[in-house]
């Protein structure tokens, strides 16, 4: 298939390992992945903070990049993204009346998937050691994003996908399914509020005993690792992709608890 990566603001300025990663295993899959210029952020923070005017343009320019390039499905190693772009987009062309971008908007959304959803779906991945050549040694808890559960209702894909990576334990994390307390511009606008459900979340990763917490959405991650790291808490953040990249072979390494490293290579 010809995938379009839909890289999102916050991997593409922050943690491009990610979406290098999301490259890495859709062609070791055999697929071919090309990028959309003209792509750029998707309007959520616009619409959750409910400046839908505002959203109209950038919801716009996101259909515009995605109609102008030749592909089979788009993916985003984001799930709050893939929501919005399914969810909130036809929605805010619809409030600005606007019933061609609305109906572009749906075109869109329906060829655009969460990179689990896109693995597990599409793509008949079921075991990634033998699929994938995945390979981690550690100990890893699990969270999952409220719009991944939520909106595009992810289920058990991504820890299915966990569970599926030679020599990786996956342990349960304790009220899983709470929201980590970041939710973009919430966590700036209800800051001591968002503090409180970051410091119940890191303390269930923390009683694991996990060395790495994985998620699908960097955003949360970014949330959750910036508050184990405040409390040098050795326990390292890393997305869904880089695990299921990651081989025997040239590792990177992550920090972990008590001095130790966490390997992962992305080619």
Do not use: W
């Amino acid at each position: 298939m010809k995938i379009a990566l839909f890289a999102t603001c916050i991997v593409d300025g922050m943690y491009p390992r990610a979406a290098q990663a999301t490259v890495e295993v859709l062609e070791r899959l055999g697929h071919e992945v090309v990028f959309p210029k003209a792509q750029a952020c998707c309007g959520q923070m616009h619409v959750n903070s409910g400046y839908f005017k505002e959203a109209v343009p950038v919801v716009a320019n996101h259909v515009r990049a995605f109609e102008a390039e030749n592909y089979d499905v788009a993916v985003a190693p984001s799930g709050s993204c893939v929501a919005s772009v399914k969810h909130q987009h036809p929605m805010v062309a619809r409030q600005a009346g606007d019933a061609g971008l609305e109906e572009r908007a749906v075109a869109v959304g329906k060829k655009t998937y969460e990179l689990s959803e896109l693995l597990v779906d599409v793509l008949g991945v079921t075991d990634p050691a033998e699929q994938l050549g995945s390979y981690f040694p550690h100990t890893v808890t699990y969270h999952p994003s409220c719009h991944g559960m939520r909106l595009l209702k992810l289920g058990d894909r991504q820890a299915g996908l966990l569970r599926g990576v030679k020599g990786l334990e996956l342990v349960d994390l304790p009220e899983a399914d709470q929201c980590c307390g970041f939710g973009g511009t919430f966590s700036v606008k209800n800051a001591d509020v968002s503090s409180a459900m970051l410091a119940d979340k890191t303390a269930n990763i923390r009683s694991t005993g996990a060395s790495v917490c994985a998620g699908g959405d960097y955003s949360c991650l970014m949330h959750i690792g910036g508050g184990l790291s405040r409390q040098d808490a050795g326990v390292a953040t890393l997305h869904l992709a880089e695990i299921l990249a990651s081989t025997e072979a040239e590792p990177v390494t992550v920090p972990g608890p008590a001095g130790q490293t966490v390997k992962v290579v992305v080619k």
